[in-house]
C-alpha cells in the first residue's frame, strides 16, 4: 500500500522553528519526487517545496525560500523533512506530504503532478 504521513505540525509564536517529517512507504522512491504542500480554507493548495530522490536539488515556492528547507533523511530514504524557521502569521495552513512521479519534477510544486496525498498536519503561527 503506498502511503505518506505526516508528523510534526503544532503552534508556535511568530519567529519561532518548527520541522515537520514525512514518511513514505509502498513507493519505488527513485522514481518520486517528494513536495510539501499547504492549504488554508478558502485559498489554492500551494507547492511550498520539493526535493528529488538524490536530495540533490530542492525548489521552493517564494513565499518560503530563505526560511524554509526541505531534505531527505540520510540514513532512511523513507523520510523527508520540511524544516521552517522564522515563522510567520501566514504560514498558517494544513501541510500535506506529496510524492508524485520524477517525470514530472518541473512541476512538482503543482497539485496536479502529485500521484500520493498525506492527511496533513496543522501549523498554527500565533502568539
Known amino acids: 500500500q503506498v502511503q505518506v504521513v505526516e508528523s510534526g505540525g503544532g503552534m508556535v509564536q511568530p519567529g519561532g522553528s518548527l520541522r515537520l517529517s514525512c514518511t513514505a512507504s509502498?513507493?519505488?522512491?527513485?522514481?518520486?519526487?517528494m513536495s510539501w504542500f499547504r492549504e488554508v480554507p478558502g485559498k489554492k493548495r500551494e507547492g511550498v517545496a520539493c526535493?528529488?530522490?538524490?536530495?540533490?536539488?530542492?525548489?521552493y515556492s517564494d513565499s518560503v525560500k530563505g526560511r524554509f528547507t526541505i531534505s531527505r533523511d540520510n540514513a532512511d530514504e523513507r523520510i523527508v523533512y520540511l524544516q521552517m524557521t522564522n515563522l510567520k502569521p501566514e504560514d498558517t495552513a494544513m501541510y500535506y506530504c506529496a510524492a508524485g512521479p520524477i517525470s514530472r519534477w518541473y512541476s512538482s510544486l503543482s497539485p496536479a503532478s502529485i500521484s500520493v496525498w498525506g492527511q496533513g498536519t496543522q501549523v498554527t503561527v500565533s502568539s
Open positions: 526535493i528529488t530522490y538524490t536530495g540533490r536539488r530542492q525548489e
Open positions: 509502498g513507493l519505488d522512491f527513485g522514481g518520486y519526487a
